[in-house]
């Protein structure tokens, strides 16, 4: 969960953007019927929102003095801020909470089960650059460690939340799950973002979130069988996803540029027998053996 005033950042501006322009008495208002209200908003706070706005978003909450009324400016911003559109889709309150309220059995939705207690820390160091010190559970036996993080992305991968950023230990980027977080303490320590660094490049090769620069950007070919096929065609596996020959109703192929990581290796058996692998052979073969070895579970 997010906390209270981040709940408030989100409400406030998709209240703008529904419904705007409005003056301040008619966002009270509105804000009365909020589920999560407790009480007005001071006009200091409504102030001090709109800065935090501007901060997480982006987005510009002016005011028409003419009339006395409040408005967002920029909307288009958030075209182009992708964990912006995910926060507002993710918590925005429903304008007739009754009505959804009344369908909370029947409205089920997959939560990311741990770690989304660190998101607020972390995004506040984000948002001002400065270190954090995790302490961390690792998977393997009971190792636990403490160390000193520069956080610079957060990314989503099959419902866990990850971190990547520099670790000063062991001067390198690495990435971490949120879910093995055991303590997280903002210091008062500021760096620096990387020059030119870019997150989006950084994950672009891969699916999921492990990167090895020294495996090759290589092309790899699959065949999906059936209705797999349209699915991959609606929900691709990867943004390089380009479709080369196909059966109506029998199969189709498609080509992807990537790194192959133990990553796209499961998610590819995840798929069954739905999909098969083409090329690399090498990808191929360790298909089989994952294969084989499953197979010998059941024995």
């Known amino acids: ?120 820390p ?11 010190k995790i302490d961390y559970q690792q998977y393997k036996g009971e190792h636990r460690q403490e160390f000193h993080f520069q956080p610079n992305t957060l990314k989503v991968f099959n419902r866990r939340w990850y971190l990547l950023g520099y670790l000063k230990e062991q001067e390198g980027l690495r990435t971490i799950a949120l879910d093995r977080i055991l303590h997280i303490e903002i210091l008062k320590n500021h760096f620096e973002l990387p020059a030119n660094f870019d997150a989006n490049k950084y994950f672009a090769n891969v699916v999921g979130i492990y990167v090895n620069k020294d495996l090759p950007v290589e092309k790899i070919k699959i065949r999906a069988y059936g209705d797999y096929a349209d699915y991959l065609r609606s929900t691709p596996l990867h943004n390089s996803q380009s479709e080369g020959k196909s059966k109506h109703g029998e199969f189709a192929e498609f080509t992807y540029r990537l790194c192959v990581t133990p990553e796209l290796v499961s998610q590819l058996l995840a798929m069954g027998d739905k999909v098969e692998v083409l090329e690399p052979q090498e990808m191929r073969e360790e298909m089989k053996i994952r294969i084989n070895n499953m197979f010998n579970f059941y024995k």
């Open 122 to 132: 972390i995004m506040e160091a984000m948002l001002h650059n400065m270190e954090l």
């Open 1 to 120: 969960m997010i906390g209270k005033t981040y709940y408030r950042y989100i409400w406030l501006l998709d209240t703008l953007l529904t419904s705007s322009p409005l003056t301040f008495d008619e966002i009270n208002m509105l804000w009365e019927d909020c589920p999560f209200s407790d009480g007005p908003i001071p006009p200091r706070t409504f102030h001090e929102h709109r800065k935090g706005i501007k901060e997480m978003f982006g987005i510009d909450i002016e005011c028409d003095r003419s009339k006395n009324v409040y408005y967002v400016k920029n909307p288009e911003v958030l075209d182009e801020n992708k964990l912006g559109k995910w926060l507002l889709n993710k918590y925005s309150i429903p304008k007739d909470f009754t009505a959804f309220n009344g369908l909370k059995e029947r409205v089920l939705l997959e939560e990311i089960p741990l770690g989304q207690a660190f998101i607020e």
